[in-house]
């Protein structure tokens, strides 16, 4: 039986490049991740960190880092305990090259059934997407209140 995942695709208007820096630079992340540091040399191997408002919320491993077109990351819930108590999941970004559109995959897997992190980040990935959009297209992403997202422990 395959394992629960989330699979989000958006198209957005600017180049690969643009958009690899967007996903692994602070620069970018602060202004459409929830004011979230991303911490990471990106080389394979190498550990990799959400910060929060001080805190590490997510942990992991680079697994794969091809520039501009793949990055995957092993990713481990820190903060709940109920969410950290599953382990880690796989997140897989593809960028793909439209004209002047680049296609981006997220996919999100490895969740044991009934996961709440797969509940959590069902709710997270789209508001976080849609201002990367925005960002990248209009040069300013939506404030998108944490509450709005209905993630218990995340007001």
């Known amino acids: 039986m ?7 695709v958006t198209y957005i208007e600017t180049t690969p490049e643009k958009l690899w820096d967007a996903l692994t630079k ?4 602060r202004q459409y991740w929830f004011d979230t540091e991303v911490r990471s040399d990106w080389k394979v191997g190498s550990s990799f960190a959400l910060v929060m408002s001080g805190t590490t919320t997510d942990t992991g491993e ?10 995957s990351y092993t990713f481990k819930h820190e903060v709940n305990e109920e969410m950290r108590n599953e382990g880690p999941t796989k997140v897989v970004f593809t960028l793909e090259p439209w004209g002047s559109l ?15 992190l ?4 069902s709710k997270g990935w789209p508001a976080i997407l849609s201002g990367l959009k925005s960002l990248l297209e209009t040069g300013k992403a939506p404030t ?7 993630i218990e422990g995340f007001e």
């Not at 395959?2 to 989000?8: D, L, N, Q, S, V």
């Not at 797969?118 to 980040?121: A, E, P, S, T, W």
């Open 62 to 71: 680079i697994l794969e880092a091809d520039r501009p077109r793949r990055l």
């Open 26 to 29: 602070s620069e970018f992340t």
């Open 144 to 150: 998108i209140p944490p509450a709005a997202l209905g």
């Open 2 to 8: 395959a394992r629960p995942e989330f699979i989000y």
């Open 102 to 116: 680049v296609k981006l995959t997220v996919t999100h897997e490895g969740f044991a059934a009934g996961s709440k």
């Open 118 to 121: 797969l509940d959590g980040i």
